[in-house]
C-alpha cells in the first residue's frame, strides 16, 4: 500500500516497473491524495503495472490467479 | 455451424481477421454517420488500400477512394462484406456476395430479432441464406472487429490509443468493441489481440470465437461478455480445453428476470437457464466470473500484465500498520496465506530497518521508508522477498 500525499512522500511509480523482473505478481493499492493518485495510478499502468483503489480488489484478485493457476497444474 | 451438405463447418474466420479485400456496403459523405465511420477506420488500418470496395449508389467518391455504385460493379472478387444497410435488403446481397466469392460478411446494421416478429424472419431468412452459399455471417446488431491490423467498427479509434496486446475479447455488445476496449488501451494500458462485437450471432458465435483464440499464439487471455450461450455445450466444453493454457474470463448479463428482458430486446437472447446452475457449470470448466464491468476491467488487466502465482504465499509491503492489519484480515477470507519470513529473510530485512522495528509479514515499512526514502526502501524490500522463495505475490 502507498499513501499519495503531497507533503510526506516523494515517489516514482516506475520503481515498480523494475520489480517486472522477479516474475512475482506485484499489486499496488494507493489511498490518500486524488490528484496524487491519480498521476501515479496512471504512471503504474503505463509502466505495465496493476494499481486498485483499494485492498480488497488487490487481495480478491491475487486469490483468482492463485487459484487459476493451482487449478491449471492439475 | 453445418454446411449445405451437411457437414460440420470449421470456424475458419481468417476472412474476418485477415482479408484479402473488403467492400463496404453504406458507405456515407457524412462525417457523422457510420457508414463513414467505417471506410474511415477500414481505411486507414487496412493495409491493402487499393483493396477497400466502397459501395454507395449515389456517391462516386468518398475519403479519396472511388466509390461503386453496386457489388457487382466491382471490378474482381471479394473476400469480405461489411455492411451497414437496412436489413430487408441484405437477403438479396447475400446472393450478390456469393456470385462475388465473398467468404465473410459482417452486418453492423440493427433492426433483426431484437427489433420484433419482421426483424426475426429476416434475421431467419439471412441465417438460411449464409449456409446455403456458404458464407460466414457475422452479427448482425453488432460493431465488427479491432485487431492491431484492421478496425471495422465505426467507433473512432485514434493512433494514441491504438495498443497491441494479448487480450483478445469478444462482446455481445457495440460497447465491447467501443467503450470496453478504449479502457483497456487509455485507461489499463492493457492492448487487445482481437476485439470482435458479435451481436445477434446469426451464424458466428461466441464458440467461433473461442477456438480461433485458442489456436491463436498471441492471444494470451480471453475475456467475453455474453448475454445467452448459443451452444452451452460446446462452449463449456471448449472453455475446458482453453484454460487448460489461457484464462477465461466471463461477465454473463441477464442473471435476473429484468436483465433477461433486457437482453431479450438488446441482442434477442434468451436466458441461460439457472443463473447458480449456469455459475457452477462455468466453475467446472475453470471459467473466471466477473460480476459487473469494473470487476471484469480489473481481472482481465491483471491476468493481461501479471505472471501467475507459484502458490498462494502473500506478502503485504505497507506504508502503514492498518494497512497491513486490514490487508492480513482480507486474506483470511481468501485462500491466501501470509507465511511469517524464515530467519534469514527477516536478517536480511532488519538491514533497512531500525533495531527497534523489527519486520514481520505484514510488512509495515513507514520506518524503512523515512531511513531510506520511498524509492530506495522499495527497491531493496521486493527484490529481498521475491528472491526468498518464501512468498509468491506481492500487494
Known sequence: MIAAMQVAITFDPTVLHDMQKYRKPIITYIVGDNSIKSRWTSQIRSNGGVVYDDINTAVKILDLMASYSSTRET | ?395
Open chain 2, 1 to 395: 455451424m453445418i454446411d449445405r451438405r451437411g457437414n460440420p463447418m470449421q470456424p475458419d474466420l481468417s476472412c474476418f481477421f485477415h482479408p484479402e479485400s473488403i467492400a463496404i456496403i453504406g458507405v456515407s459523405r457524412n462525417s457523422s454517420k457510420a457508414g463513414y465511420g467505417i471506410l474511415k477506420n477500414v481505411l486507414w488500418t487496412f493495409s491493402r488500400t487499393e483493396q477497400i470496395f466502397p459501395i454507395n449508389p449515389k456517391a462516386k467518391e468518398i475519403l479519396g477512394l472511388k466509390v461503386y455504385h453496386s457489388l457487382m460493379e466491382v471490378p474482381e472478387n471479394i473476400n469480405l462484406v461489411i455492411c451497414f444497410v437496412a436489413p430487408k435488403s441484405i437477403p438479396s446481397l447475400l446472393k450478390e456476395c456469393h456470385q462475388k466469392g465473398v467468404k465473410g460478411i459482417i452486418i453492423e446494421s440493427a433492426g433483426f430479432a431484437e427489433a420484433g416478429k419482421e426483424g426475426k424472419a429476416i434475421q431467419e431468412e439471412i441465417g438460411k441464406l449464409g449456409k446455403q452459399l456458404n458464407i460466414r455471417i457475422w452479427g448482425g446488431n453488432c460493431m465488427g472487429t479491432v485487431t492491431d491490423e484492421l478496425i471495422t467498427t465505426f467507433e473512432p479509434i485514434t493512433a494514441d490509443m491504438r495498443r497491441k496486446g494479448v487480450v483478445s475479447i469478444v462482446g455481445q455488445s457495440g460497447y465491447f468493441s467501443g467503450a470496453v476496449i478504449l479502457q483497456l488501451f487509455t485507461e489499463r494500458y492493457t492492448g487487445i489481440r482481437k476485439a470482435a462485437s458479435i451481436g445477434n450471432r446469426i451464424d458466428i458465435d461466441e464458440c467461433d470465437l473461442l477456438q480461433d483464440f485458442l489456436k491463436d499464439e498471441e492471444t494470451k487471455v480471453a475475456a467475453f461478455y455474453l448475454e445467452g450461450l448459443k451452444r452451452p455445450r460446446k462452449f463449456l466444453k471448449l472453455a475446458k480445453e482453453f484454460t487448460q493454457s489461457k484464462p477465461l474470463i466471463c461477465l454473463l448479463g441477464g442473471q435476473s428476470e429484468v436483465g433477461r428482458s433486457a437482453a431479450l430486446s438488446h441482442t434477442s437472447s434468451t436466458a441461460h437457464g439457472s443463473p447458480q446452475l449456469l455459475s457452477d457449470l462455468l466453475k467446472q470448466s475453470k471459467i473466471i466470473q466477473a460480476t459487473e464491468f469494473g470487476d471484469f476491467f480489473n481481472i482481465v488487466e491483471a491476468f493481461a500484465k501479471l505472471p501467475l502465482p507459484n502458490g498462494n504465499r502473500l506478502a503485504i509491503v505497507t506504508i502503514t500498520g492498518a494497512g497491513g492489519v486490514i490487508g492480513a484480515d482480507i486474506a483470511a477470507k481468501y485462500n491466501i496465506k501470509i507465511p511469517e519470513f524464515s530467519e534469514s529473510t527477516t536478517q536480511k530485512l532488519q538491514k533497512l530497518f531500525p533495531e527497534w522495528m523489527p519486520p514481520k509479514n505484514p510488512v509495515d515499512s513507514w520506518s524503512a521508508f523515512e531511513i531510506h526514502g520511498l524509492d530506495e526502501a522499495l527497491r531493496r524490500i521486493i527484490p529481498i522477498l521475491c528472491e526468498s522463495n518464501e512468498i509468491d505475490m506481492i500487494c
